[in-house]
């Protein structure tokens, strides 16, 4: 195994082993560029000593053998006196981690070598200044001495001559500074500062090892989800210095603006400075620009390596560069990140200068780019109070005035005011605030509470469970720390962060959801420019994607603005949001029924209501399929709250008029309370248990597709029966339907070609997919009930109690709500889709959970075989993008 390799040896595909920087050194290295000369040493190297507590044994020889070269050519020794060679040893992992690591500049010099930098530079202050910093960073990095002494002592050293910037202080001051540092270093560390240059170098190799576990590194791969043990290489490379007068400097550059994506030049230009003085900040910089007029050789030089660069990575490059004594050097290059507006223009522009195709176009984007694109947005110049923070349950930039409670919000946004509905949390009756808000905050739940899912398939924005947030909706306000809010008080939320602000933080609306409303077009401004490359961008991903997109809506409003975005069909219909406000009596009716007679004409009201629905829906989502999911909920949903109606009654009763209803639909309520409604008597058991529901529901779906096709429409319907755990439920409610739709077809004299197919949401479905196969013509997944029962997480509750600790623990590194957890509900979607496929060839196969709008999990349901995906009105644009790049 070898553990260095030379810069001459590598290449950018190298990053596992050589790390991000390193590869590209090489990478540049063998274009030709200006790299100075180096080596090396690779996360394998990293791997062992962090496991075994010491370097490879290997290690030492192939470093000196390295080492050997490089002094050979450059014609002097590490560290030799009279004219010694300098190396920095960087930190270099394979995904960037910016400031987490460490690197130690300056190698190589001592009280010896110091004179002879001197000599060979000419510069005196130059060679003692550089030798100070060596010390400085040494110290602090390798030896573990607290930053802060150096920098007091720089601090006292410039107040004892009365000046402010590090570069009056003279060769002199300097040497008098390096003699300072190395008592604290002595004091500190209980060593003296090594003077042998080889043992620099070697205890800066373990120090930047050291360095890949530290706290902050760390926290930092959790946050960004990079693996713990990929290690960091180790760049050990010749100094060059920009630091050597008013022909020195030292820069960064973009290939392009990584803000709009524009070819440019972009960067800034520091003269007489090196790398941490720019990130000091102790002079200002210059526009890249200016260093036309103040090197013309270097920057024609910088230009045409910037095009050989973009034309080599056929991407956007981020450089790196110093100029020592008017010879550019490059110190880096990397492939660099950008806004989400910029990618999409960058890639279009990539296309157009054939440096990539369409195919590549679609790797250099992705959903979550495309949804940030897709929010209104808070102007982040603006001056804000943050209140607090809550999940980000659905993004967007919403302003309102507080209320505490639906009837406000309604009554308020009537009378044209903006509201954000603040709730402890939400449930079905606060349907009609949530749609009359601006936006929801909540101070529980997570990111399938109800108030949650509600607001996503409205593309309404929402916070929930901001925990700190104490709301006391008797009282009709909320307090946060020590500041209340009232009602009718200005609040701004954030549901792409989660942050909740006092007052009103002003907002800009997204032109390219203007552009997938059909209210915006190609044209010449800057927003224009960003639209035409998103449409080019969906129109490579629509052409070859093989997942069919459809829309959780259940209603014409929702599926035809789905439409719009692009949906090919309803993927679920939950027909329980067609059963609430003024119809929440008619199944309050249906369940305290006592008689056949009672039951049947509560049915009989509610059919024309359904029916009306779904002619309205079909119509909507004319020649597309439409997936109407027959009553899902545990009743005691459309019943009211056990406690309130409790205290109700028993007031009423106290003063001796008590209501015979209340009474009924009191004993109703107790008989229907159950532990865990999640589990009780919902989905396929209701349809079993309340005769004539699912039969009502049915011959609503036939009828209205009958009329639909009766007025030269094109109606699809799907039948679809939710929580079957096993073939018979589906067999007894089929047989039922069939008999239904049977008798719809002949009193219409039509066809209606009426599939009935069942949710696998159940675990003990998915293993019994094989068998339920024979009863069902289709499959849609619903992975946010399958993900409850196989984890035993109460969707509900979970998040919003200790997903944060399990987050934190890395147990997952995002909830299985948000992405399907591939190995446990994803391997059970896999067997099922692969068992009812054998059962039934033609077996329609869709997900319908919170899933099927997530990027990561539109690729799994691309790559296990799924047809379509189906997810709210909002994410269809995303999930369509990303079923073309699984595809690309
Ligand atoms: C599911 O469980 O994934 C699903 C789509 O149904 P609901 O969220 O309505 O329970
Ligand atoms: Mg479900």
Known sequence: QKFVYDFTEGNKDLKDLLGGKGANLAEMTNLGLPVPPGFTITTEACKVYLESGQAPKALRDEVSAHLAALEERMGKKLGQADDPLLVSVRSGAKFSMPGMMDTVLNIGLSDASVAGLATQSGDERFAWDSYRRLIQMFGKTVLGVDGDLFEEALEEAKAAKGITVDTDLAAADLKKLVKQFKKIVEAQAGRAF?????????????????????DRAK????????????????????????????????????????????????????????????????????????????????????????????????????????????????????????????????????????????????????GAQLAQLMFPRFDDQAKTQLLGRGIAASPGAAVGKAVFDSYTAIKWSRSGEKVILIRRETNPDDLEGMIAAEGILTSRGGKTSHAAVVARGMGKTCVCGAEDLEVDTKRRRMTVGGTVIEEGDLVSIDGSTGKVYLGEVPVVPSPVVEYFEGRMHAGADDADELVAAVHRIMAYADRVRRLRVRANADNAEDALRARRFGAQGIGLCRTEHMFLGERREMVEKLILADTDDERESALAALLPLQKADFIELFESMDGLPVTVRLLDPPLHEFLPDITELSVRVALAESRKDANENDLRLLQAVHKLHEQNPMLGLRGVRLGLV?????????????????????????????????????????????????????????????????????????????????????????????????TQTVWGFSRDDVEASFFTAYLEKGIFGVSPFETIDKDGVGSLVRSAVEAGRATRPDLKLGVCGEHGGDPESVHFFHEVGLDYVSCSPFRIPVARLEAGRAAA
Not at 226 to 252: E, H, K, Q, R, Y
Not at 718 to 741: F, H, K, N, S, W
């Open 690 to 786: 309340i005769p004539g529901l699912f039969a009502m529901q049915v011959r609503a779906i036939a009828e209205a597709a009958a009329h639909r096709k009766n007025a030269k429409g094109d109606p699809r319907a799907e039948i679809m029966i939710p929580l079957v755990g096993t073939v018979q439920e589906l067999e007894i409610v089929r047989e039922e339907a069939d008999r239904v739709i049977a008798e719809v077809q002949a009193a219409t004299g039509t066809d209606l070609k009426l599939t009935i197919g069942t949710m696998i949401e159940l675990p003990r479905a998915a293993l019994t997919a094989a068998q339920i196969a024979e009863a069902a013509q289709f499959f849609s997944f619903g992975t946010n009930d399958l």
């Open 219 to 366: 926290l930092y791969r959790r946050q960004e989800r990079i693996p713990g043990d990929l290690g960091t290489a180790v760049n050990v490379c010749s100094m060059v210095f920009g630091n050597l007068g008013p022909d020195s400097g030292t820069g960064v550059a973009f290939t392009r603006d990584p803000a709009s994506g524009h070819q440019g030049v972009y960067g800034d230009y520091l003269q007489n400075a090196q790398g941490e003085d720019v990130v000091a900040g102790i002079r200002n910089t210059v526009p890249l620009a200016d260093l036309e007029s103040i090197d013309k050789k270097s920057y024609d030089q910088l230009m045409g390596i910037m095009e050989t660069l973009e034309n080599h990575y056929k991407d956007l490059c981020d450089i790196e560069f110093t100029i020592e004594r008017g010879q550019l050097w490059m110190l880096q290059t990397r492939v660099g990140k950008r806004t989400a507006g910029a990618a999409f223009r960058i890639a279009t522009q990539l296309v157009d200068q054939g440096l990539i195709d369409e195919a590549e176009a679609l790797q250099r984007v992705n």
């Open 194 to 214: 090594p003077q042998d240059a080889r043992e620099q170098m070697d205890l800066a190799i373990n120090a930047v090892f050291d360095s890949w576990n530290t």
